[in-house]
């Protein structure tokens, strides 16, 4: 049978919000302006501020600029399709907003293993702290992941790139996601489901691991401290850094951990509208 390949596709983002559409497109927007801007202050805070200069603020930086690659690739999709009730992209456009989107999802979770190794070697040896994490040690740390992360999610985004889109091409989704790709896509998908499942696991199962086993260290160091003020001061160095872990990792093993027949499209956008913007 002849067939044409799909060369654009159509973004039907929250398609049933009808008339409001207008408030939740202000209040998405004011909270895209306030991540980006936040995020903006952060990075220019710890580059001027000679305080702020330490190994905790430098990978704070770049968990800063890793969310707004994110915010920056998915949102403006997002409010396009509130506005104008869908929103087109090109097949290249598409596979590009993943590819970027994929790639800061692998370097975040390798930046939060960082930041809680940073956390282990600060609480649990503070003696040998200053030496081990100099500046070189620092760098090297904070660019591994950037580097994993534009080469690792090579190997998902090349076999859904060779898709064959056939006939339908609306996405109801506010942005090129794995699973409507997928459910969307004429071809068989089943290898590449079972591959992106099996680089799952080194690439969120090994790094969500590590930061528990950093932890577990760290809290029994904190339970040794005799003072209730110093356990208090200690632990406030990591509380928002388990918050973060427990919100990515949350919403990261919902969408891709989970199979996708055990939940529907609209919980996979109630989520990734979780991950992406609040």
């Given at each position: 049978m002849n067939q044409t390949r799909v060369m654009e596709f159509i973004l039907l983002g929250f398609g049933n919000l009808h008339s409001f559409s207008i408030v939740f497109f202000i209040l998405f927007l004011i909270i895209f302006l306030s991540t980006v801007l936040g995020n903006l202050l952060i990075i220019l805070l710890v580059s001027t501020n000679v305080q702020l200069q330490s190994p905790m603020y430098y990978f704070l930086c770049h968990l800063s600029f890793c969310d707004l690659v994110i915010s920056t690739n998915i949102v403006p999709n997002l409010l396009g399709t509130i506005l104008s009730r869908?929103?087109?992209?090109?097949?290249?456009?598409?596979i590009t907003q993943l590819y970027f989107y994929s790639g800061a999802i692998v370097t975040e979770c390798f930046l939060l293993s960082v930041m809680s190794y940073d956390r282990y070697l600060a609480i649990c040896n503070p003696l040998r702290y200053s030496?081990?994490?100099?500046?070189?040690?620092?760098?090297?740390?904070?660019?591994?992941?950037?580097?994993?992360?534009?080469?690792?999610?090579?190997?998902?985004?090349?076999?859904?790139?060779?898709?064959?889109?056939?006939?339908?091409?609306?996405?109801d989704h506010f942005y090129c996601d794995l699973l409507p790709l997928q459910q969307l896509s004429c071809s068989d998908t089943s290898a590449v489901e079972m591959q992106i499942?099996?680089?799952?696991?080194?690439?969120?199962?090994?790094?969500?691991g590590f930061i528990i086993g950093s932890?577990?260290?760290?809290?029994?160091?904190?339970?040794?401290?005799?003072?209730?003020?110093g356990k208090q001061k200690t632990f406030s160095t990591c509380s928002s850094h388990l918050i973060v872990v427990g919100t990515f990792y949350g919403t990261l093993i919902t969408k891709y951990m989970?199979?996708?027949?055990?939940?529907?499209?609209?919980?996979?956008?109630?989520?990734s509208l979780l991950h992406t913007l609040l």
């Open positions: 869908g929103k087109k992209i090109t097949f290249i456009d598409c030496s081990i994490m100099d500046f070189k040690h620092q760098v090297f740390l904070s660019l591994w992941p950037w580097l994993l992360g534009s080469t690792l999610n090579l190997s998902g985004v090349l076999p859904i790139s060779n898709f064959n889109f056939c006939h339908d091409n609306i996405i499942l099996l680089y799952s696991l080194p690439l969120f199962i090994f790094p969500c932890y577990v260290y760290i809290f029994l160091t904190i339970l040794k401290i005799p003072s209730t003020t989970i199979p996708s027949k055990v939940h529907s499209l609209l919980t996979n956008k109630i989520v």
